[in-house]
């Protein structure tokens, strides 16, 4: 990550002053994949564990926490450690972090996929478990490689990522982490209008009915845009861009339930 971490640096005050100046209220916490620091969020010398994007200084704080180095273990066991942060951790070091009431965005940043013990499945139940089963409050998104196979640019090199990948179009972003101008990658997964929800129940497709603005907004207008698809497979709908919602835009998705199958013995 020594190549990697030289264009984050230069790019994250970039972002960090971005989120400044859209204004919600963002609470930011840094860790790394080590089984050493155990999913704990990093500590500023204050002993403060994560910045609120209100205070003065808060990009100078956030910049000095993401500066994580490029010496640790190696241990790459990023899920586990995200896990650990939000469950084990939250009510401990890490206290204070989430809040029941906000939107959760998970961001990885890796040049090597996830080594954590368990299957891709497992965390991701772990994650929807923190808000009420779903996806629907939970974002994952990971900058990497990109696709299932590994990546060179000017950042230096990036190996596949199978499980991140896995998990992130389910739930999130992909994005590759090697382009000559990836302040815009990483613009883009964490705190962009939010494009996918994953349903809490398993809908017939045909009675799926979106909601906006006080109007109806069906899947395909009648100039043939797209403007939502849903996917059986992950039970996600899916927002274009054009019509994404805004962060204090409502929006209401109803839809019939399918049955459920009971099983006599």
Same mark, same amino acid.
Request: charged residues 25%; glycine residues 8%; proline residues 6%.
């Given at each position: 990550?020594? !190549?990697?971490?030289?264009?984050?640096?230069?790019?994250? /005050?970039?972002?960090?002053?971005?989120?400044?100046?859209?204004?919600?209220?963002?609470?930011?916490?840094?860790?790394?994949?080590?089984?050493?620091?155990?999913?704990?969020?990093?500590?500023?010398?204050?002993? /403060?564990?994560?910045?609120?994007?209100?205070?003065?200084?808060?990009? !100078?704080?956030?910049?000095?926490?993401s500066d994580v180095g490029y010496a640790g273990p190696g241990d790459r066991l990023g899920l586990w450690a995200v896990r650990e942060a939000l469950t084990s951790r939250a009510e401990a070091e890490n206290a204070?972090?989430?809040?029941?009431?906000?939107?959760?965005?998970?961001?990885?940043?890796?040049?090597?996929?996830?080594?954590?013990?368990?299957?891709?499945?497992? $965390?991701? !139940?772990?994650?929807?478990?923190?808000?009420?089963?779903?996806?629907?409050?939970?974002?994952? =998104?990971?900058?990497?490689?990109?696709?299932?196979?590994?990546?060179?640019? %000017?950042?230096?090199?990036?190996?596949?990522?199978?499980? $991140?990948?896995?998990?992130?179009?389910?739930?999130?972003?992909? &994005?590759?982490?090697?382009?000559?101008?990836?302040?815009?990658?990483? &613009?883009?997964?964490?705190?962009?209008?939010?494009?996918? $929800?994953?349903? =809490?129940?398993? %809908?017939?497709? !045909?009675?799926?009915?979106?909601?906006?603005?006080?109007?109806?907004? %069906?899947?395909?207008?009648?100039?043939?845009?797209?403007?939502?698809? $849903?996917?059986?497979?992950?039970?996600?709908?899916?927002?274009?861009?054009?019509?994404?919602?805004?962060?204090? &835009?409502?929006? /209401?998705?109803?839809?019939?339930?399918?049955?459920?199958?009971?099983?006599?013995?």
């Open positions: 990550m020594r !190549e990697v971490q030289a264009g984050l640096r230069t790019t994250l /005050e970039e972002v960090f002053a971005e989120l400044v100046a859209q204004g919600p209220d963002w609470q930011v916490g840094v860790i790394t994949p080590s089984a050493r620091e155990g999913g704990r969020l990093r500590a500023l010398p204050s002993g /403060e564990r994560f910045v609120s994007i209100l205070e003065p200084d808060a990009v !100078e704080r956030l910049l000095a926490l204070g972090f989430l809040r029941p009431d906000a939107a959760l965005e998970i961001l990885v940043v890796s040049d090597a996929d996830d080594l954590s013990p368990g299957t891709v499945d497992e $965390y991701r !139940e772990a994650f929807r478990a923190l808000r009420g089963g779903c996806f629907a409050d939970v974002t994952f =998104s990971w900058v990497g490689s990109g696709a299932t196979t590994g990546c060179s640019g %000017p950042f230096g090199q990036a190996l596949p990522g199978l499980r $991140y990948l896995a998990l992130a179009t389910s739930s999130g972003n992909v &994005e590759s982490l090697c382009t000559a101008d990836w302040v815009n990658v990483f &613009e883009q997964p964490a705190w962009e209008f939010r494009r996918h $929800y994953t349903l =809490s129940a398993e %809908p017939v497709h !045909e009675s799926l009915e979106v909601t906006m603005a006080g109007g109806r907004l %069906p899947a395909d207008d009648p100039r043939g845009t797209v403007n939502w698809t $849903y996917d059986d497979a992950s039970q996600v709908l899916v927002f274009s861009p054009f019509v994404a919602p805004g962060w204090d &835009e409502a929006f /209401e998705v109803r839809y019939r339930p399918r049955a459920c199958r009971v099983v006599r013995r």
